[in-house]
């Protein structure tokens, strides 16, 4: 049996790493504080907004803005770039401030809920303009904005350092943490025993070159070997196996985020692997950026306008410039495997691949480590309905899901939600 582990934006969250939309939103506007402090045009601009100087202000450029016309004697270190923005995005008399309803959509959500989901913006808006068939050309101007959008943020998050005194012993403890027989569904339960079996049967070198890519971290081979001794004298109940005979045999970080934060966890060994599904920044022509939801009805209305614009950011098309998904059908093909979620919301905007992992005939649990929000209050429930969503059968999800009682908080230091 094996284990599959989704990463999602919340995983790095919890290393306090910046890694929200929220954040990179942020991080926008004071990257436009520096370009206005210096610029040298009268209107400055990209594909989501754009500043223009009004005509009776008398400024060359924004560069003559704020060094002439907002001169300050009292002011001895540089213009804080926030001021910048600020000053240029509040004082309606100064300049123009245009912004895409794109962009209007997603700094509305921040300054309303506190954090914004881009990718269903981007899908929401393509919605309309494939169910108003006079917006059709709105669709190129909404392609090249997600795409000015992807490589800001591929730029927001190289800067982020991943140092390897992040890695979280806790996290580490979940990850490879034996198999609990109380997760595994009624259908699955089959598969785990013939898995223990199958451990029972391993000869003494096989046990060790498992236990020894696992490491130290929590797990000798002493107990199996007594147990092997006690196989041969009496029959041993299933609970009272020792937990070195439940680890998974192959274990697969299926990373959703572009930064290389799971790689802190990859020990070495083959039984190990890190799939950067949506690609990484060390290769920003990898990243897929985009939705991928095709179980939503109106999915169907988009894909008969027989218009290629708008597939262009299809994340299931977009799997296919590389071999990331392939690996990871051969993997739940492989063997019986259980799903746990880490700082994944399993929102809509993967719900195809969720759908396919979630529903395989050989997924025989789902296990989703929840953000704990304070003493009283968590969101196991927002997950699992966000879980739900991904199903077509109820009764399935229902006996793959673990319930509450045995799933636990992913991390005791995540001060965040999952993004």
Known sequence: MNRLVLIGNGFDLAHGLKTSYADFINWYWEDWGRRLLHGLSRSESDELCSFTIKDNIGAYNWAFVWGSLYQRTDITKPWDVNLVVNLAKQNKELCDLKMSPFLERIIKSVETMGWVDIENEYYDLLKHYALNNDNDFEVVKLNKRLH?????????????????????????????????????????????????????????????????????????????????????????????????????????????????????YLKDGSIFTVNQIHGDLSNPSSVIFGYGDELDSDYKKIVNKNDNRFLANVKSIKYLESDNYRKVLSFIESDPYQVIVMGHSCGNSDRTLLNTLFEHKNCVSIKPYYHQIDK????????????????????????????KEYCEPFSDDSKKKTD
């Open 376 to 403: 009283d209050h968590d969101d196991y429930i927002k997950i699992v309905q966000n879980i739900s969503r991904n199903f077509t059968d109820m009764k399935l999800m229902r006996d793959r899901v673990v319930n």
């Open 148 to 264: 000015c959008l992807q490589e800001k943020l591929v730029e927001y998050l190289s800067q982020i350092d991943i140092l390897d005194n992040l890695l979280n012993t806790g996290i580490r403890q979940k990850i490879y943490a034996p198999i609990i027989i109380q997760d595994i569904s009624i259908e699955g339960q089959q598969a785990l025993k013939e898995h223990v079996e199958y451990g029972l049967k391993l000869d003494k070198w096989s046990l060790d070159m498992k236990l020894r890519q696992y490491g130290s971290m929590c797990y000798s081979s002493g107990s199996v070997e007594g147990c092997l001794k006690n196989m041969r004298k009496t029959k041993l109940q299933f609970d009272e196996l020792p937990d070195e005979l439940f680890l998974p045999n192959h274990i697969m970080l299926l990373n959703f985020n572009y930064t290389h934060t799971a790689q802190l």
